[in-house]
Nanobody, 123 residues
Framework: QVQLVESGGGLVQPGGSLRLSCDAS????????TGWFRQNAGKERAGVSFITSDDSSTWYADSAKGRFTISRDNAKKTIYLQMNNLKPEDTDVYYC????????????????WGQGLQVTVSS
């Protein structure tokens, strides 16, 4: 069973940076995707960024392009989301998620989830 443990959320001022981490364990598939969704109360989870296990493919939401960078440390089985130039509209709960196979941007394709991290961008 895949387990995902997140860290790194918090409160930051507009223009600041945060790095989210997701420690993963229990993968049995040779090829899989890990990434991040965001969710606000009453809304569906929206994809933020994803990366495949062989680093061959990444995906970013339009709101994340140019500001966020996803990466992975295969030795540690950890993925990171570096978030720069944060804006108040980035405020949300961020979830790490994983699935076998390639990138999908719809949450229903992901069966493994972390506990969620609050990211608040406010002055």
């Amino acid at each position: 069973q895949v387990q995902l443990v997140e860290s790194g959320g918090g409160l930051v001022q507009p223009g600041g940076s945060l790095r989210l981490s997701c420690d993963a364990s229990g993968f049995t598939a040779d090829y899989y995707t890990t990434g991040w969704f965001r969710q606000n109360a009453g809304k569906e989870r929206a994809g933020v960024s994803f990366i495949t296990s062989d680093d061959s493919s990444t995906w970013y939401a339009d709101s994340a392009k140019g500001r966020f960078t996803i990466s992975r440390d295969n030795a540690k089985k950890t993925i990171y989301l570096q978030m720069n130039n944060l804006k108040p509209e980035d405020t949300d709960v961020y979830y790490c998620a994983a699935k076998p196979g390639g990138i999908a941007t719809i949450s229903l394709f992901y069966k493994s989830w972390g506990q969620g991290l609050q990211v608040t961008v406010s002055s």
